[in-house]
């Protein structure tokens, strides 16, 4: 193999790898959540961008317990379609301060991220009491 030929193959391969690399950036932005439809229906909204995964839920729920520290509510929600079942479940803000404001009764909707094996909730809007069907709820009737 002529030094020419070696100098073009590694040029090659560190080309190819830097390609690699840039692709996998995991720096991807998200975008703000779809609006809710009306009905009561949690939406689905892809973020925008070839590279990321992030998809963001509108969802309503029921607040049955929020953390001392707000770092934490459970919420017994309605189905997320295309994504889960109605159930009652922990939710995690990335702030705290999300949560602030809630107490336990309340119905809510919010903005639910699902990246990779992460989630978290934002914008997080109390609604009136008669706003949220609860599916474990429709079932004692």
Same mark, same amino acid.
Request: include cysteine.
């Given at each position: ?49 070839? &590279?990321?995964?992030?998809? $963001? ?5 029921? +607040?049955?317990? %929020? ?5 934490? =509510? /459970? ?33 809510? &909707?919010?903005?639910?991220? $699902? ?5 978290? +909730?934002?914008? %997080? ?5 008669? =706003? /949220? ?9």
């Amino acid at each position: 193999m002529s030094l020419p030929r070696i100098f073009l193959t590694h040029l090659l391969t560190a080309v190819l790898g830097l390609a690699l690399l840039t692709s996998c950036d995991s720096s991807s932005t998200t975008e703000d959540a779809a609006p809710s439809e009306e009905g009561g229906d949690a939406s689905a909204s892809p973020a925008t961008g070839a &590279e990321s995964a992030t998809t $963001v839920y509108r969802v309503r729920g029921l +607040v049955r317990k %929020v953390a001392d520290d707000d770092s934490m =509510a /459970v919420i017994d929600h309605e189905e997320i379609p295309g994504y889960m079942e109605a159930m009652s479940m922990p939710f995690y803000p990335r702030e705290p301060s999300v949560f602030a404001d809630l107490e336990a009764g309340q119905n809510v &909707e919010f903005d639910y991220h $699902v990246e990779g094996d992460q989630a978290w +909730v934002e914008n %997080v809007s109390v609604l009136p009491k008669s =706003a /949220v069907q609860i599916a474990t709820e429709e079932k004692k009737e």
